[in-house]
């Protein structure tokens, strides 16, 4: 058992190097001790992990939490959320969906007024780039990122939004490549259908894109059209484990559309 914690310890490893990239830091190689920077908005949170010799077989990875920033009971609150992660995955690598609880969390938190002041004066004087960032968040559809697929060190995620133009899906795919996690993946694949009324009736704009997974671009557009989508947009990231998948990968491309789409509230019935 010892033996098959330490693989699964290192393709877990392996496969948070691959997504996390310079935000994730090995402490101790000796110990296990690695720590991830987890940025959102304005604010960081460093996680801290340790995994035992008996993860994940038996227990979870110790960690800390280092957000010097937040509420006493907002850190219990994320702390018991992440109790909660591992003892739903019980026997399964939890980290990854640690760092995307933590993520989400960030997300949600509102500013205090202060933070609002602050960001009030900075405005006055932003720079070309946050200009560009507050512009695509302003215009931004609401983006639903769905929940992950991992197979042989692999990672699919689907994000889904719903769009009524070209503006939108460029505004949706410049918020996503902003994301240091999407942007850094190996493939970040779409395809989108849009209806447009015009004097003799309606038509449909439609179009993909593979980003060097062949052929999958297609393969999510006639999902697509199968399902009789409208006024959609789903993007797949894929971070490459190192192991080829073969045509399972399209497997888990199909599954991660839909299940966007469908977290998204946008899949027909």
Known sequence: MEAENFTKQEEEVE?????????????????????????????????????????????????????PWMDRNDKAELHQALDEIYLENVGESVIFQWVEKIREVLQTIKPSKREMNRKKSRSKSKSPTESMTSLVESACPEITHAEVIIDRKSIFQGHAAEVHSIDDVNAVLTKLKMNKKISNATHNMFAYRIQKKTGKGTTILQDCDDDGEAHAGGRMLHLLQILDQKNTLVVVSRWYGGIQLGPDRFRHINNATRQAIQQAGLLKK
């Open 15 to 67: 496969a948070l190097a691959s997504i996390y990239g310079d935000d994730w830091f090995v402490e101790s190689h000796k110990t296990r001790s690695y720590s991830i920077k987890i940025v959102e908005k304005e604010y960081e949170v460093t996680l801290y992990v340790t995994m035992p010799k008996d993860y994940p077989s038996q227990s979870p990875p110790s960690y800390e939490l280092s957000a």
